[in-house]
């Protein structure tokens, strides 16, 4: 089946580094890919749309300076998070799917803890 | 606006049936999904339905009434495991689009 890999699982880095997280779709081609964020306790919240080989697509309310999205291959998108500082502390899930009517499987997530 | 309903928690025992209800109102439907989220981890597919009527798979099956914009995730033979929150979610418009998601129902088995 599918499979999305996603790294790192976990990040713990201070206040204004720049932390990069990598979607990779091992066994498949991915021309679109999608990054979400989530708080404890909340549901999973669409941040961008990362298209092949284009700009991504932003969903309003998300910083587009701050979250930088590349997509530069069929199998690989990467969320760079800019200056982070501790209210950027959540859990980044990215997703793809493997055909535009197939269901969307999900990364293992990374966890960003910002001190 | 774009509005998935679903209980924010339910309980039950080991061995029984539960059914988590989602009522959704979106801009367009292009089928409807339910993800399993354990604490911590990543969602994982659990079920799809773009047509109406029930889908079975396994302990799991789904249901899919587009006229009345609602679907159930029925969970059969109840394990500890099944300990978890099911997300309800939806794609719009197109093919292709993410995934609108509820805000999960967090379902507790005890013995």
């Known amino acids: 089946g599918a499979v999305v890999s996603q790294h790192p699982s976990w990040v713990i880095c201070k206040s204004g580094t720049s932390v990069k997280i990598e979607c990779r779709s091992l066994?498949?081609?991915?021309?679109?890919m999608f990054w979400y964020r989530q708080f404890p306790k909340q549901s999973l919240m669409l941040m961008a749309t990362s298209n092949e080989g284009s700009k991504a697509t932003y969903e309003q309310g998300v910083e587009k300076d701050k979250f930088l999205i590349n997509h530069a291959s069929l199998t690989l998108s990467t969320l760079t998070v800019t200056s982070a500082h501790p209210e950027d502390s959540s859990f980044y899930i990215c997703?793809?799917?493997?055909?535009?009517?197939?269901?969307?499987?999900f990364g293992d997530g990374t966890r960003l803890s910002i001190l | 606006g774009q509005n998935i309903d679903q209980p924010t928690e339910m309980t039950a025992t080991e061995g029984a049936i539960v059914q988590i209800n989602c009522t959704y109102q979106t801009s367009g439907f292009n089928g409807l999904f339910w993800y399993q989220q354990h604490a911590g981890e990543a969602p994982t597919f659990l079920s799809y339905?773009?047509?109406?009527g029930l889908e079975e798979k396994g302990r799991f099956s789904s249901f899919l009434s587009r006229s009345k914009g609602y679907s159930y995730l029925l969970l059969k033979e109840l394990q500890m495991k099944d300990s978890a929150s099911y997300l309800c979610a939806v794609r719009g418009n197109q093919a292709g689009t993410a995934l609108i998601f509820g805000k999960g129902t967090t379902l507790s088995v005890s013995s």
């Open positions: 997703s793809a799917s493997q055909g535009v009517s197939q269901p969307q499987h």
């Open positions: 066994d498949f081609q991915a021309t679109t």
């Open positions: 339905n773009v047509l109406d």
